[in-house]
């Protein structure tokens, strides 16, 4: 059984930084998985924030984090990490780490589809300020 376990959220002003790390059961060494961090609000549908497909380090990107977050592994270790840079008020939510064991990220459609992951995280919660 797969499993995730999420950490590094917290509370931060407006232009700080946090780095999420989500570890577990998936060992990166010859892992043939798409990982990936989504995020959710209240009410709101969950979102891809970014994806790794650990095999060949294809990483993925929705728009509005270009730039500000970087998505890594350290396959030693077996965690991938989620560094996120210049923080705004809109990146407030609840993050989830998934995996899915597939080579691409982009197999059966594009990568942020949320039903494509089959393994999900508790979630660790970021909150910005303003």
């Known amino acids: 059984q797969v499993t995730l376990v999420e950490s590094g959220g917290g509370s931060v002003q407006s232009g700080g930084s946090l780095k999420l790390s989500c570890g577990g059961s998936?060992?990166?060494?010859?892992?043939?998985?798409?990982m990936a961090w989504f995020r959710q609000t209240p009410g709101k549908d969950r979102e891809g924030v970014a994806a790794?497909?650990?095999?060949?380090?294809?990483?993925y990107y929705d728009d509005s984090v270009k730039g500000r977050f970087t998505i890594s592994q350290e396959s030693a270790n077996n965690t991938l990490f989620l560094q996120m840079n210049s923080l705004k008020p809109e990146d407030t939510a609840m993050y989830y780490c998934?995996?899915?064991?597939?080579?691409?990220?982009?197999?059966?459609?594009?990568?942020?589809?949320?039903?494509?992951?089959?393994?999900w995280g508790q979630g660790t919660q970021v909150t910005v300020s303003s």
């Open positions: 998934a995996a899915v064991p597939s080579r691409r990220c982009d197999t059966g459609g594009p990568w942020y589809l949320r039903f494509k992951f089959n393994h």
């Open positions: 998936i060992r990166f060494t010859y892992s043939y998985y798409c």
């Open positions: 790794m497909a650990l095999e060949t380090g294809s990483t």
